[in-house]
């Protein structure tokens, strides 16, 4: 089975999933700057919310895919709403990449709130989330 893991984050608290989900499946985590090169059955894809919408290179990298994904498996951070499932749920299927029903959300810090979020139960919730995604599949 072929998993990718790409993601974005402007403050480091989505990488620190990404790299949780990463030593969870045993594939290394890109950043959304890197494109994938060949077909894959599943995407773990990561994102956060500024000002109420993913960024704007979380929506180049899905606009420029160009191989075929099994399913994207949403995860996010945000500090005041549940995920990013919806948003970027509307840009895979602009390009008719199927989304997981299934999504990885936790609270992450913006100034002084959530202080240590992610926090280690996060990162091992997340571990246990990918597994049982991949186990599943
Ligand atoms: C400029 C900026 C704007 C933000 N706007 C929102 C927002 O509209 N809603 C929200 O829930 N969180 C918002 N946040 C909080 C981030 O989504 C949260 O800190 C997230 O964990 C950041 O992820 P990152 O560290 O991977 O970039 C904002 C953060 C920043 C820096």
Redo the contacts with the bound molecule.
């Keep these: 089975m072929k998993i990718a893991i790409r993601y974005?984050?402007?403050?480091?608290?989505?990488?620190k999933l990404a790299k949780a989900i990463s030593e969870a499946v045993g594939v290394e985590a890109f950043t959304t700057d890197v494109p994938l090169r060949e077909d894959v059955d599943i995407l773990f894809l990561g994102s956060?919310?500024?000002?109420?919408g993913v960024d704007d290179h979380v929506k180049q990298f899905i606009d420029g895919i160009d191989v075929k994904i099994g399913k994207a498996v949403n995860f996010s951070?945000?500090?005041?709403?549940k995920s990013t499932y919806k948003q970027v749920g509307k840009l895979l299927a602009a390009k008719n990449i199927p989304q997981a029903k299934e999504e990885y959300y936790c609270?992450?810090?913006?100034g002084p709130m959530h202080k240590g979020?992610p926090d280690a139960r996060d990162l091992k919730n997340a571990q246990v989330f990918a597994r049982n995604i991949v186990n599943d599949n």
């Design positions: 974005y984050s402007r403050g480091g608290n989505t990488t956060s919310v500024y000002a109420y951070t945000a500090a005041l709403v609270k992450g810090s913006f979020k």
